[in-house]
């Protein structure tokens, strides 16, 4: 199998081995339930050290047990991820593994079937959340009607540092995103070929909510 060519400014492709290795095997309609969520949490703390490997540093003086040194520690306030539910909790997890100390928020919000367009029902931020680099996680972005919606609850809110984070995106939903919201850079594990017309990402994994939590 082989993904659509990365061409669109702003975005980054993961192609880490491990990443993809662990992508093929959730890709696998055999592969069961727990086995899904399993990998899920793994390939979520790859992506996670992937965004957050330019996050700035300063210098902080600390004791060894043998002398005096000068160390480096994360800059600024907690990073706050923000899982589009309800796919994205599974990717919650893997990267608090990683960033314990970071912030969650919630955006609720469904595809209509009919028109695919996102519809709200939920939402939740620190109260601060304007000041911090909030990053927005979805297993899938297909569409991009989601993740469209989730980013302008945010800027809403007052947040100015974004960034996106998928396991797998359609041509069309990266279009859409960066025509939406170009200030806002996008990780992905891969770039599928299309969606189908059932606004599907074809070939894709199927329903990674469905998948996460065995209801179908």
């Known amino acids: 199998m082989k993904s659509t060519p990365l061409t669109l400014d702003g975005v980054t492709a993961i192609d880490h081995p491990l990443v993809q290795h662990k992508l093929t095997l959730m890709r696998k309609k055999d592969t069961s339930t727990a086995q899904f969520r399993r990998l899920l949490r793994e390939i979520s703390t790859l992506l996670c050290y992937e965004v957050t490997r330019d996050l700035p ?21 907690k990073l706050v991820f923000v899982p589009i539910l309800r796919a994205g909790l599974g990717l919650v997890e893997g990267m608090l593994d990683l960033v314990p100390s970071a912030r969650v928020g919630h955006v609720g919000l469904y595809r209509e079937p009919e028109t695919l367009d996102a519809v709200e029902y939920y939402f939740r931020a620190p109260e601060d959340v304007a000041e911090r680099l909030c990053i927005v996680i979805d297993p899938m972005l297909a569409t991009g009607n989601t993740a469209v919606a989730a980013i302008d609850r945010l800027k809403e809110r007052g947040v100015t540092q974004l960034r996106f984070v998928c396991l797998v995106a359609s041509p069309e939903g990266l279009e859409r995103l960066r025509a939406c919201h170009p200030d806002v850079p996008i990780w992905t594990a891969a770039v599928d070929r299309k969606l189908n017309d059932h606004g599907y990402i074809l070939p894709g994994l199927g329903d ?3 998948r996460l939590f065995g209801t179908r």
């Not at 300063?58 to 306030?77: A, D, N, R």
């Open 57 to 77: 540093l300063e210098p902080v003086e600390i004791e060894t047990p043998v002398e005096v040194t000068t160390g480096q520690q994360l800059k600024g306030k």
């Open 208 to 210: 990674a909510g469905d």
